[in-house]
């Protein structure tokens, strides 16, 4: 059973921060690219931040969120963390955990439930 599970959201206000988490199961998660997406009300889907599965995995960011956010993964622990710091209202969305590992015969792509984030004086 492949499960991502996605914990940490909340309500925070305008300049705090909040720590997301995913934790996966059921596949080899080392092997896959780990994104975080998130979708606002009345908003497509965004994709917020990626990390590659190696060591040293490479990083990059959506315009609206690089140099507030941090995209990590351990794994070890089989989990991908999104720290989330000066944020703002716009942040305000349902955040998912994504994994994904392009392969033969089939691309492997696995979704969390999502977790809310509130941003609100």
């Known amino acids: 059973q492949v499960q991502l599970v996605e914990s940490g959201g909340g309500l925070v206000q305008p300049g705090g921060s909040l720590r997301l988490s995913c934790a996966a199961s059921?596949?080899?998660?080392?092997?896959?690219?780990m994104r975080w997406y998130r979708q606002a009300p009345g908003k497509e889907r965004e994709l917020v931040a990626t990390?590659?599965?190696?060591?040293?995995?490479?990083?990059n960011y959506a315009d609206s969120v690089r140099g507030r956010f941090i995209i990590s993964r351990d794994n070890a622990k089989n989990t991908v963390y999104l720290q989330m710091n000066t944020l703002k209202s716009e942040d305000t969305a349902v955040y998912y955990c994504?994994?994904?590992?392009?392969?033969?015969?089939?691309?492997?792509?696995?979704w969390g439930q999502g977790t809310q984030v509130t941003v609100s004086s």
């Open positions: 994504n994994a994904v590992r392009t392969g033969w015969p089939r691309t492997y792509d696995y």
């Open positions: 059921g596949f080899t998660f080392s092997s896959y690219v």
């Open positions: 990390i590659t599965g190696g060591g040293g995995g490479s990083t």
